[in-house]
């Protein structure tokens, strides 16, 4: 016997009948969550933080497909991950919409560059684009840093240039973020946690 939830929600508001067709196993809820297990059974689970804000509440990211069943590994599922201690499983709308960032196709995959005076983006590497900031940075510092006021009060600075990190980090990542600036004499460093 063929039901759909809708059917067969009118037919147990209605009748005995439903009551019956329960208990041999018809219940759309069972039937369900069946399925769903079955869909995650096969996928492989990472733990991972959203990327939105502060909160950084903990996730779980379902995937199928991989190299040995030669199927590009594909995001099917997002869930708040229960043993996270921020967020105990629960997660905000934006954060349980996670699967539209993935799959959208206005996300951006790569480094782009566009060279002043320009309109136009261009694709770059990794390798590049590190490189470049990392000239641009040294450059920078070294027109710019500043060792001691005029009245020789020692300072260490370096205000021409400003970072904006990730607050969706783990403390140890986010202590060595902090780290890495302030050596630097960054004073301008901040995140979308404004901490
Ligand atoms: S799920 Fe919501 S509250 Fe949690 S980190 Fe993401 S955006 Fe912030």
Sequence with gaps: MQLSRRQFMKVTGSTLAG????LMGFSPATALAEVRQYKLAAATVTRQTCTYCSVGCGLLMYSLGDGAKNVRSSLIHVEGDPDHPVNRGTLCPKGA????????????????????????????????AL???????????????????????????????????????????????????????????????RV
């Excluded at 009060?153 to 904006?164: D, E, H, Y």
Aim: glycine share 6%; net charge positive.
């Design 131 to 193: 490189d470049r900031i990392a000239k641009l940075l040294k450059a920078d510092r070294d027109a710019n840093f500043i060792e001691a006021t005029d009245d020789g009060k020692k300072v260490n600075r370096w205000i021409s240039t400003g970072m904006l990190a990730a607050s969706a980090s783990s403390n140890e990542a986010g202590y060595i973020t902090h780290k890495v600036a302030r050596s630097w004499g960054l004073l301008a460093f901040d995140n979308q946690a």
């Design 97 to 128: 919409s996670l699967m539209d960032i993935v799959h959208s196709p206005n996300r951006l995959m790569y480094p782009e560059y566009r060279a002043p005076g320009s309109n136009e983006w261009k694709r770059m590497s990794w390798p590049e």
């Design 19 to 22: 009551s019956s067709l329960a």
